[in-house]
């Protein structure tokens, strides 16, 4: 005899009952079943481009995007890396070092930029700090 037949009252199926969580399921919990979020970076423009990318260890790499994921793996093809002057680590120099096609964790990405239509601007905040040291001295 089972334990139904004793007595005891099981729970109605279909998950109404339960003691605890509930609704949503599946993955992360968002049910709703609604339009997947797109991706705020649109890393599809810069397919096939020349693209920079500066990582959080400091490292910044020049290459040909061709292709990354919703978690922002990047594959860079033609891949060079950028050498930091021995003297001063937070410095990079114009020397590059030939990578080759590299695959770039995306937890390590900080920035993807293209390298057309860039150019380097001087730093606003460098230009008063040293104003301001020339005041007071």
Do not use: H, W
Not at 84 to 111: A, F, H, K, N, Y
């Amino acid at each position: 005899m089972s334990s139904a037949g004793r007595g005891e009252q099981r729970p109605p199926k279909g998950g109404e009952g339960r003691g605890r969580g509930g609704g949503g399921g599946g993955r992360g919990g968002r049910g709703g079943g609604g339009p997947k979020r797109e991706s705020i970076l649109e890393l599809a423009k810069l397919v096939d481009s020349q693209v920079r990318v500066k990582c959080l260890g400091g490292r910044e790499l020049r290459g040909s995007l061709r292709g990354y994921d919703e978690l922002v793996n990047l594959v860079l093809d033609d891949c060079e890396e950028f050498i930091r002057d021995p003297d001063d680590p937070e410095q990079v120099t114009s020397q590059t070092r030939r990578l080759g096609l590299v695959v770039i964790r995306g937890t390590q990405v900080s920035l993807v930029s293209p390298e057309e239509g860039t150019e380097e601007i001087a730093n606003p905040f460098l230009g008063g700090a040293e104003e301001e040291e020339e005041v007071e001295g």
